[in-house]
């Protein structure tokens, strides 16, 4: 799988961001009506990422910065929004290395902790976030007060790689 990054009004982008959408009406009975603001996903303080398998896109997943400044959030977070793998390459370890690449990336901006929202709705969300260290944290955003939300949280640590790159990474096999 190559991974790039993009605009978050690349085509590809927005076509993978209007399929987690579809995933989210079909899972909750509508679309995350979280507020996003193109702008939040660009380096150095955020970022989409767009992985190709075969030189189609296949996965998309960003983050974006949060201070202290605002409610719930501490200096240092990055916030995980839009991960989502078509469902026909589900299953081959493809958002593991998604997510690892979101966590180096936003480690090498200077980020010190990974947070997201998810909900009981999607378990594989939840398996892949705790299987990769995430712990719940405080519920935070526009869902903290729905019971079906989830919220997870991961230290990071520094990493050297850049925030604007496009590298092949080989996910693991299942």
Known sequence: ????AVAYDHPDAVRLIAEVQQE???RYGGEDATP????????PRGLIVVGYLDGRPTVCGGWRAH?????????GDAEIKRMYVTPRARGRGLARA?????ERTAAAAGRRRMVLETGYAQPEAIN??????YTQIAKFGMYRDHDGSVCYGKSLRPHPWSPGFSRRVDAPTV
């Open 98 to 102: 998604l997510l690892a690449e979101l």
């Open 1 to 4: 799988m190559e991974l790039r």
């Open 67 to 75: 201070d202290a400044d605002e409610p719930h959030f501490a200096d």
């Open 36 to 43: 996003t603001d193109p702008t939040e996903f660009m380096p």
């Open 24 to 26: 989210y009406v079909r």
């Open 128 to 133: 892949l976030y705790a299987s990769s260290g």
